[in-house]
């Protein structure tokens, strides 16, 4: 199949590259920067335009129209742009993604949209904490794609921009679903972690997901700072289970994900940010300390502090993936441990010399 990646070079979008290459697509990527695919370059199979998409000169519909699916991956994905520059989370994730899809639908291409897990929200348990019987209860924090309702936070905490882009684009899909006019999957992610998950805080002037900061924390024996204790809780998902079940959304065998909607999670590796702390510091003790660098003190900070104003978040999130069992016959494979050694092993083996 002709496969034309949006945001190839990106974390998730690198691995899927390769894997779609592994198996024998042939892969147009776009994305701003080529460093986490440089490796595939040179593939036989593989084209890379090096292009912002919203530059002048950017021709998607001709790029459209030459390929059989498109994946769109492309969005500012970290928390701290949402509270820093929220106008342009909603230009880029919205907009610029509204672009993507209505190329899809006047070339009559099948599109398979990254959204969010953020798209749920909080849990019910976490808006009305007095009036739940048993707010701890993980039922009432399992997420499923076509039953749960959405709850977000007030406009004035910005950070639900993001949110809400991923959830208005998902719900203009849908609708030219239904007039026949769209061909599309929609994917949930649930806290992907690997090799090449963004970078080191010092590395970039962006600002990269937690695992990044611990890993920085680590690495360099300053505080792991934990943003209002470190309370809420995340499943957290190996990018190699999570390519795997891409690839059968890629497939999509007896077209089953037409239309569907798809949770990517791991429900068993659910853990609090402060046990996340706590457990990449354990193993770093464990695996790949230096003598001569202190392991880090975790230490709480506000979250006025870390991100400033217009910071909120989700309390809790695990995914129901029944769907992805049963239509796709797929299951994560890895625990957390795992997952962490594993993307921990990468980023010693690139920063600390
Ligand atoms: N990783 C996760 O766990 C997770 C969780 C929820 C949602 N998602 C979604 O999955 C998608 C991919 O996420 P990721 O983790 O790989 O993030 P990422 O930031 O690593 O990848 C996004 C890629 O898009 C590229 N990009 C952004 N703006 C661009 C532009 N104007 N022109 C060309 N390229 C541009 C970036 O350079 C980047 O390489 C995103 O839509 C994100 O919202 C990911």
């Known amino acids: 199949m002709r496969i034309l990646n949006l945001g190839a070079g990106g974390f998730i979008g690198s691995h899927l590259t390769e894997h779609l290459l592994s198996s024998g697509h042939e892969v147009t990527g776009v994305d701003t920067h080529a460093d986490k695919i440089e490796d595939l370059l040179d593939h036989r199979n593989f084209r890379f335009i090096q292009k912002d998409i919203r530059q002048s000169g950017f021709d998607l519909d001709r790029l459209v129209s030459e390929t059989d699916l498109v994946i769109d991956l492309i969005a500012y994905a970290n928390p701290g742009i949402y509270l820093r520059q929220p106008l342009d989370v909603f230009r880029l994730n919205f907009i610029e993604n509204m672009k993507i899809a209505e190329c899809c639908v006047s070339r009559q291409k099948r599109l398979v949209q990254f959204s969010s897990c953020e798209v749920y929200g909080k849990t019910a348990a976490s808006v009305v904490p007095g009036k739940l019987q048993d707010p701890e209860d993980p039922a009432l924090a399992i997420f499923s794609e076509d039953d749960t309702d959405f709850i977000l936070g007030p406009v004035a905490k910005h950070r639900w921009i993001y949110a809400c882009s991923k959830q208005l684009l998902e719900r203009v899909l849908h609708a030219y679903g239904l007039e026949g006019r769209l061909s599309y999957t929609i994917i949930r992610p649930f806290n992907f972690i690997g090799p090449k998950i963004d970078y080191l805080p010092s590395d970039t002037d962006g600002f990269p997901r937690v695992f990044p900061h611990f890993m920085e924390a680590l690495i360099k024996g300053t505080p792991m700072k934990l943003v209002d204790g470190g309370r809420h809780r995340r499943c957290y998902t190996d990018i190699e289970d999570a390519v795997a079940c891409i690839g059968r959304i890629v497939d999509n065998p007896g077209r089953v994900c037409d239309g569907q909607i798809f949770n990517i999670g791991s429900p068993e590796n659910e853990v609090s940010i402060r046990g996340l702390a706590e457990l990449m510091r354990d193993l770093y003790a464990e695996r790949f300390r230096k003598p001569d660098v202190p392991l880090p003190e975790i230490v709480e900070v506000t979250a006025e502090a870390f991100y400033g104003k217009g910071y909120d978040d989700s309390d809790r999130r ?36």
Do not use: C, N
């Open 318 to 353: 695990i995914p129901d993936i029944s769907k992805a069992r049963t239509l796709l016959g797929w299951e994560p494979r890895f625990g957390l441990k795992e997952i962490l050694e594993r993307a921990m092993q990468y980023y010693v083996r690139e920063h600390a010399s």
